[in-house]
Nanobody, 124 residues
Framework: QVQLVESGGGLVQAGGSLRLSCAAS????????MGWFRQAPGKEREFVGR????????YYADSVQGRFTLSRDNAKNTVNLQMNSLKPEDTAVYYC?????????????????WGQGTQVTVSS
């Protein structure tokens, strides 16, 4: 059974940092891009960033560019999202997802497996 499990969410003040982790089990994702998405109350799920299979390339939404950093450890089957300079508008449930291909994209339909999400709340 394939599972993606996010951790590291919580409550933080504006300007603070959090590090989200996504642990995969049931199969290896070393040949798949991994992505993070988020969904705030009353809003659609939106793309945050993705990292290609090798970890050599990342791509971020404009709203988080320069503040968030993706990394992955294929040996451990994990992906991390370092979030710095957090803003209240970053408050959302954050989801880890495994893409069908090597490079992934910003589109949720390109992702095959999803975690259950972890709540991030940024207070002002």
């Amino acid at each position: 059974q394939v599972q993606l499990v996010e951790s590291g969410g919580g409550l933080v003040q504006a300007g603070g940092s959090l590090r989200l982790s996504c642990a995969a089990s049931g199969r290896t994702f070393s040949r798949n891009a991994m992505g993070w998405f988020r969904q705030a109350p009353g809003k659609e799920r939106e793309f945050v960033g993705r990292i290609i299979w090798s970890g050599d390339s990342t791509y971020y939404a404009d709203s988080v560019q320069g503040r968030f950093t993706l990394s992955r450890d294929n040996a451990k089957n994990t992906v991390n999202l370092q979030m710095n300079s957090l803003k209240p508008e970053d408050t959302a449930v954050y989801y880890c997802a495994a893409a069908r291909g090597l490079r992934g994209s910003a589109y949720p339909t390109d992702y095959e497996y999803w975690g259950q999400g972890t709540q991030v709340t940024v207070s002002s």
